[in-house]
């Protein structure tokens, strides 16, 4: 490489140079509150004639003669080439001008164009990327359109005006740009590797999201016209079916490696994929991105399969916002691609995965454990034989032997829930859920609930009539039951009805009303406690149909399994630990005990990294935990004459286990035990 310190305008000049931004770079993001910044610098400098200013770190690397690909610096960049075409145009739009003013815009544009170039695509210096490109060139023009929302047209906008107040002359801000240095480290195409230095030179004013680092990883060191093919090819369609590509991709991730990735940790987790996996092949991670951000976008585009009933299922976990079973789906949806399984099984299969996390929601609203629970459940079910015939039966049988904050709710549990829990008070789009499910279900007329309000057929606020008809226990039924589910209805007429009597209630809504939710109430002469539970109990009939429990045929024949990892926040007190994975492995390692997990994850450990683990054995952090020199009395031999102290709880073996990973970095994610349900 070749690193040059000098005035941004030695950069820029130069008989036919002109500066690509790659089309693996982000839109050009700098706002006005980045452009009033470096206007207040140049203010700085004319006041300080003196001082220069350093503006950054530019990255290049050659493509052809005088033609420099930007990699890194391509905000500021742009931004100065911005304020010199509105200095230029500032100065071209002035009546009278003199002959400095003549020379000075003649300055200007030669820092912006080739003018003896031939070719008109090679005519303007600076190339942006994608759709930046028009907008740029369009500042050239004589009349700018109107109505664009652009960053660089409103930027242009930004200095164009702030010279029309005349707090500078035009001389003085070219004077001052004059002044800005930058830092040129230009690349050798073939011996440096600009990814590595792009990484560790970023420092941009607006940061860059995984997606657009991973955009860079993957076309980067390609070839400029490979570039091009690449992403139009792949990476453009990757975003529009996706919308937000990083989230896209930690959920990629998550599915192929079967661990839990971290958003933070999205770049690098792919970064290595890319290496285990491709062996850096950029066509072949580009198209299997490309696959599965066709299946990932039925999960996030409403009305984007192509089955109806699946796009219908598909729509309603959406709603619940039940994004954690996503590195799941991606499972799911491979195997119907493969046409392992088929239509009708994946439409039962997200049956019951909202079944599950609505009913989880009414009873007891954790999430505890479900991500690492979605992460290995498509593991669990291909670990039996029987999978590919009996997917949705295998499915259902792990889901009822889930225990703790994990279980699948019961139909008991569900039922009292959907009795005397006060629904009103869930999250909108819960309650919204439940009201509209219970009111479409098998109903021929379609109703959207964002469109009604919710009204409480008891009301909020008793009137002397309403306590009369409660009776002496009215303020003990209106505590309990108001915000109950047998106590809601739907209705346009909200602020018609609001605390009038039931009676009043039936005549201008009830008895007219055409939604299923109140078709019953007008037949009824009264309404206390004992209507509201018959009508939550003739609700819940309905509702165990929409969110049914899980039947299964499946029979395991041998134990069955629950898989954890050393990062669970389980208590393990008094269960039995009975195959131990390491990262991919899927046969496991057969367990006696929690001891046994001990030594045989130290036994890992150590021939992962001999040198760091040794290392933290003399360390004050785990001394206690080994004796190079001599065994303590209750240690256990990992590998020969090397031993780990084995009095201690199961929990704790699992906390020692998990800070060892860290310390060794290994992500402990990767060690992965099962213990009987």
Known sequence: MNVYNYPIFQFLEGSGKSFIIPVYQRDYAWTRINCQKLWDDLIELNNNARFDHFLGTIVTIGSGYQEYIVIDGQQRLTTISILLVALHKFLKDKQNKTDDENRLCEQILDFLINKYSSEQDKRIRLKPNKQDKEFFENLFTEQLPSNINSNIVNNFNFFYDKLRLGFLAPQQIFNAFLKLKIVLIDLVRGQDDPQLIFESLNSTGVDLTAGDLIRNYILMDLQPSEQEKMYKTYWIDIEKLTGNVAEFIRNYLIYKIKIWVKKDDVYTTFKKVSIDYFKKDKKAILQELLDFANIYSWFVQINNHPNQSINYQLNRIYKLEFTVCHPFLLDVFDDLKSKIIDDETVNNILIILESYAFRKILVDNTTQGLNKMFITLSKEIKKESTWKDQYLDILNYILIQKRVSLRFPKDEEFEASLINKEVYKLQTKNRNFLLESLENYKSAYKINVDELTIEHIMPQTLTKDWKNKLGENWEEIHKKYLHTLGNLSLTAKNSELSNSTFEEKQRIDFQ????????????????????????????????????????????????????????????????????????????????????????????????????????????????????????????????PNKFVEGTMSTNSILLFLAKLCERINFPPEKIQFSIKN
């Open 512 to 639: 007219t009303s055409k939604l299923k939710l109140n078709i019953a109430l007008d037949k009824l002469s009264n309404w206390g406690e004992n209507e509201i539970i018959e009508r939550a109990i003739d609700l819940i009939k309905d509702a165990k149909k929409i969110w049914p429990y899980p039947i299964t045929k499946y029979m395991k024949e041998i134990v069955e399994e629950q898989i954890f990892d050393l990062t669970s926040e389980d208590s393990f007190t008094g269960s039995k630990p009975l195959y131990l994975y390491f990262e991919d492995d899927e046969k496991g390692l057969e367990l006696k005990s929690w001891k046994d997990l001990l030594a045989k994850t130290c036994k890992f450990l150590y021939n992962y990294s001999p040198t760091e683990f040794t290392a933290i054995q003399n360390s004050p952090e785990f001394q206690w935990h080994f004796n190079i020199n001599k065994p303590f009395l209750s240690s256990l031999e990992f590998l």
